[in-house]
């Protein structure tokens, strides 16, 4: 359908697009990409008065910027093709290099933005999840300053973020992956490009030093629920411990039972904690080769992985 | 609003809301852009914008000020997609040709990023690209005869003159 009627502004700065949420309140939206946003209008799942575009905004000379302490920081205008092309995020950040090329398609990538994704806060999106198992922290900045979110803390329902309606998210900030950690992301979908039926993004880190156990495992979900999910009482099972297939096997089990996925025509619940189940243990055993350790695959495995991660 | 529109500067005039699918087509007459689903998934729209794939229906037309667009209108006559028109009749790859101009747009750019595509990127990069009619292989294989036959070309020097 084509979208209802609505007024477009184009914001010049942070601040402009700040005021202009205040002054239209309720009736407005912040509009990045749009990829997210368009598809909800024209299908009038939502509907807005006022679009506050800040596809022309920049807070800082490049959008994707490395801190002194190694962290690496995605400001709003960074698109989701600069983030899939980068030479920084590639060697820095692999998860999200690995998360990226899953976003919908070439096309949607050319105009979402990493930001608004993360802002957008659907379950079955692939940044959130991403941000949950890295301990990213996002930055809000609203008619009051700005204000720092935990990705913990972010993500509260379908679509339904700590952003407040007159905040926008103006960056995320990823913490250093330290020597010896580990990462994975794996999706299932019908076709590349669909929303997961499943899909898993997790880093680990290990210690230094031999026996190099296991010092902090982060296993994020997304499909699987009416949020992305983080689950501590499973990530404490690795913890301490030299990886070993026992409590990998464990570990996936004890995920596989928390989640609440949901029925739909793509599949069933039962299917999605299945897929949850086999995510989860192939690819903990898949980030633990990239820490360094010996392989826990099988032959079999690692050439279904290849085949999956085309 | 002004957009360099398939190499000509063109002042339009268009509401907020009108997406640059619709402008393309209705203010410039630009037809090939074809409206399937209009909100994303099909990808019978797809142009390209600072010679990038674009869904042109989640796009506004302002959001196209001062933009390069390129419909197939003018990308069906450079180099690669010249010879992308000759294999997709070769492999009897379109049947209504309703996504033909989406997937041309997509298939321009990918040849252009990737000249020697295997049948998996190729795959990957056209998924975007809903078809009906075909099941699709004819498509890829296309692509890929396109791909050998400009690479061929382009080593005996035998290329046109004019990129996609």
């Known amino acids: 359908m084509k979208f209802p009627r609505f007024e477009h502004h184009t914001a010049e700065t942070v601040e402009h697009a700040i005021a202009l949420l205040s002054q239209y309140g309720d009736e407005a939206k912040i509009l990045a990409g749009g990829q997210s946003l368009f598809p909800m209008m024209a299908l009038r799942m939502s509907r807005y008065e006022h679009l506050i575009d800040i596809g022309r905004v920049s807070v800082s000379d490049r959008t994707i910027s490395e801190s002194s302490d190694g962290s690496t920081t995605i400001s709003l205008a960074c698109r989701h093709s600069t983030a899939e092309f980068?030479?920084?995020?590639?060697?820095?950040?692999?998860?999200?290099?690995?998360?990226?090329?899953?976003?919908?398609?070439?096309?949607?990538?050319?105009?979402?933005?990493?930001?608004?994704?993360?802002?957008?806060?659907?379950?079955?999106?692939?940044?959130?999840?991403?941000?949950?198992?890295?301990?990213?922290?996002?930055?809000?900045?609203?008619?009051?300053?700005?204000?720092?979110?935990?990705?913990?803390?972010?993500?509260?329902?379908?679509?339904?973020?700590?952003?407040?309606?007159?905040?926008?998210?103006?960056?995320?900030?990823?913490?250093?992956?330290?020597?010896?950690?580990?990462?994975?992301?794996?999706?299932?979908?019908?076709?590349?490009?669909?929303?997961?039926?499943?899909?898993?993004?997790?880093?680990?880190?290990?210690?230094?030093?031999?026996p190099h156990t296991i010092e902090n495992a982060a296993v994020a979900m997304f499909s699987v629920g009416s949020v992305p999910q983080r689950f501590p009482d499973a990530e404490r099972i690795l913890v301490g411990i030299a990886p070993a297939q026992e409590a990998i096997d464990q570990t996936a089990e004890t995920i596989a039972t928390m989640i609440e996925p949901h029925d739909d025509l793509h599949g069933t619940a039962e299917y999605r904690r299945h897929l949850t189940r086999v995510l989860v243990r192939r690819n903990l055993a898949l980030a633990f080769e990239r820490a360094g350790f010996d392989t826990l695959l099988g032959n079999r495995t690692r050439r279904d992985l290849d085949d999956a991660h085309r | 609003m002004t957009l360099?529109?398939?190499?000509?500067?063109?002042?339009?005039?268009?509401?907020?809301?009108?997406?640059?699918?619709?402008?393309?087509?209705?203010?410039?007459?630009?037809?090939?852009?074809?409206?399937?689903?209009?909100?994303?998934?099909?990808?019978?729209?797809?142009v390209l914008v600072d010679d990038e794939p674009v869904r042109a229906c989640l796009m506004l037309a302002v959001q196209a000020e001062?933009?390069?667009?390129?419909?197939?209108?003018?990308?069906?006559?450079?180099?690669?997609?010249?010879?992308?028109r000759q294999t997709l009749t070769e492999t009897s790859a379109f049947q209504c040709g309703f996504c033909t101009p989406g997937f041309m747009a997509t298939i321009a750019h990918l040849l252009r990023v990737n000249p020697t595509?295997?049948?998996?990127?190729?795959?990957?990069?056209?998924?975007?690209?809903?078809?009906?009619?075909?099941?699709?292989?004819?498509?890829?294989?296309?692509?890929?005869?396109?791909?050998?036959?400009?690479?061929?070309?382009?080593?005996?020097?035998?290329?046109?003159?004019?990129?996609?």
């Not at chain 2, 001062?66 to 992308?84: F, I, M, R, Y």
């Not at chain 2, 809903?130 to 292989?137: A, D, E």
Request: charged residues 20%; aromatic residues 4%; negative net charge.
């Open chain 1, 86 to 210: 980068s030479a920084h995020l590639a060697d820095r950040q692999p998860l999200i290099s690995a998360a990226v090329p899953w976003i919908g398609h070439r096309a949607i990538r050319s105009r979402g933005t990493i930001c608004g994704s993360i802002a957008h806060g659907d379950p079955a999106a692939e940044l959130p999840a991403v941000a949950l198992a890295l301990d990213a922290t996002m930055t809000l900045a609203g008619p009051g300053g700005t204000r720092k979110v935990a990705a913990a803390d972010f993500f509260l329902g379908t679509y339904e973020t700590a952003t407040q309606p007159d905040e926008v998210l103006v960056s995320i900030n990823f913490p250093e992956m330290g020597p010896r950690s580990g990462w994975a992301f794996e999706e299932v979908c019908r076709r590349h490009g669909d929303y997961a039926l499943a899909g898993v993004a997790l880093a680990i880190r290990c210690s230094v030093v031999s």
């Open chain 2, 66 to 84: 001062g933009a390069k667009v390129d419909t197939v209108e003018s990308l069906a006559e450079g180099e690669v997609l010249t010879v992308v």
């Open chain 2, 4 to 46: 360099i529109v398939n190499g000509a500067e063109c002042d339009i005039a268009v509401d907020d809301r009108q997406t640059l699918a619709d402008a393309l087509r209705e203010k410039l007459g630009l037809t090939s852009v074809h409206i399937g689903c209009e909100h994303g998934p099909c990808g019978a729209c797809t």
């Open chain 2, 117 to 164: 595509p295997t049948r998996d990127e190729v795959r990957i990069a056209l998924s975007g690209n809903l078809c009906r009619c075909t099941g699709y292989q004819p498509i890829i294989d296309a692509v890929l005869l396109a791909a050998d036959r400009l690479n061929g070309e382009r080593q005996q020097g035998t290329n046109g003159v004019d990129c996609a």
